[in-house]
């Protein structure tokens, strides 16, 4: 729904190089590095648009929206040119249920195989149905895995959320799940008062939620930097973005089932809103949290059972930078590993 046109396009620089991402003419969604073949200007400086052509800042080349090189001024300057060989450089970009991934590692394996359970698990709430709500951006004192590490579980809710989350969710009934490729779920009860009580207007209700994700509040870890709580109407996909050693941008990407017009229903607004007293107390925690990890006195971490999911994460961590890379004593134990759990949802149901 954010490349509604053909030509649409959207520039991504969160992972260093900015990469386009536009809709084709036969109305496909590429990326590509943002750079000309020739001197490796910006072929657009925009965030986001509609163009026929991408053309270069610096010296007119231009592309079309399939990355071909479509047009060189004075071409008789370049002697021998092979237009063929000069598009846009691509980068992989693969759509799951809906939703873009850009990936600038030609090794990896495909997104759907990568996501395993969680690609069908989420499925059920319908992602070619959403649109975009908004985007907030929070900037955090504290590295990107303590942000992480907040979501994955719920022993903190009710000492750093005593008037919100407290309120509507029971800690002590919550179930996690460990999934493949650091991935994750957790599961909270809502208090029996709130249980079956309508969080949404039956206008903006997402009816493909079932019973047992609108009795509970679900959220799915994805590897590395991604969380996403669900709900019945606007939710978010949270990102955690590392600026530094010890600073973060917490990137928060709103979406709903798709409404009517225009215009966001002020319902989705009012529940940015109220999200952002969660996440003002959040962000009051993480920076002296940040302060005193740094000290000797903070090592070693006690971990509960319920805080498995820390473990699990850390873990993946490791495994993705290797273990021959790894400053001595700093790797996760591997104890926790024979509980992954790789069960597909119908299996675990039966």
Not at 328 to 337: C, E, H, M, P, R
Request: glycine share 6%; with cysteine.
């Amino acid at each position: 729904s954010e490349w509604p046109d053909n030509g649409s396009y959207r520039l991504m620089t969160r992972s260093g190089a900015p990469i386009v991402v536009v809709r084709g003419d036969d109305g496909t969604l590429r990326a590509f590095y943002n750079a000309c073949r020739h001197r490796g200007a910006p072929v657009t400086r925009d965030v986001c648009g509609t163009a026929r052509r991408l053309t270069c800042q610096y010296h007119s080349w231009s592309y079309g929206t399939d990355g071909v090189l479509k047009a060189v001024p004075d071409a008789r300057s370049f002697p021998d040119l092979d237009t063929s060989e000069l598009g846009l450089v691509p980068v992989r970009c693969e759509i799951w249920d809906g939703w873009v991934f850009i990936n600038e590692d030609l090794e990896a394996v495909p997104l759907v195989e990568f996501l395993g359970p969680v690609a069908e698990q989420m499925a059920e709430i319908n992602g070619p149905d959403m649109r975009a709500v908004g985007t907030q951006v929070h900037h955090l004192q504290c590295n990107w895995k303590l942000m992480v590490d907040a979501f994955l579980e719920v022993y903190h809710v009710r000492t750093v959320h005593p008037d919100n989350a407290a309120l509507l969710y029971n800690d002590q009934s919550a179930t996690v799940a460990m999934l493949p490729n650091g991935h994750s779920r957790l599961t909270v009860e809502k208090h029996d008062v709130f249980r079956d009580f309508p969080m949404v207007s039956d206008e903006l209700d997402n009816p493909a939620v079932p019973s047992l994700w609108r009795q509970t509040s679900t959220s799915y870890g994805i590897f590395p930097n991604l969380v996403v709580p669900w709900d019945t109407g606007a939710f978010t996909f949270l990102c955690m973005w590392p600026t530094s050693d010890t600073t973060t941008d917490l990137e928060l990407r709103w979406y709903a089932p798709a409404w009517e017009g225009d215009e966001v229903p002020q319902e989705h607004l009012d529940r940015l809103e109220l999200f952002d007293t969660v996440m003002t107390q959040d962000k009051a925690n993480m920076a002296p949290i940040q302060a005193s990890i740094s000290s000797p006195g903070a090592r070693p971490f006690q971990l509960g059972w319920p805080e498995r999911l820390i473990h699990h994460f850390e873990r993946a961590v490791d495994l993705a930078i290797g273990p021959d890379d790894l400053p001595a004593g700093t790797a996760v134990s591997d104890a926790l590993d024979g509980y992954v759990d790789t069960l597909h949802f119908d299996e675990a149901w039966l």
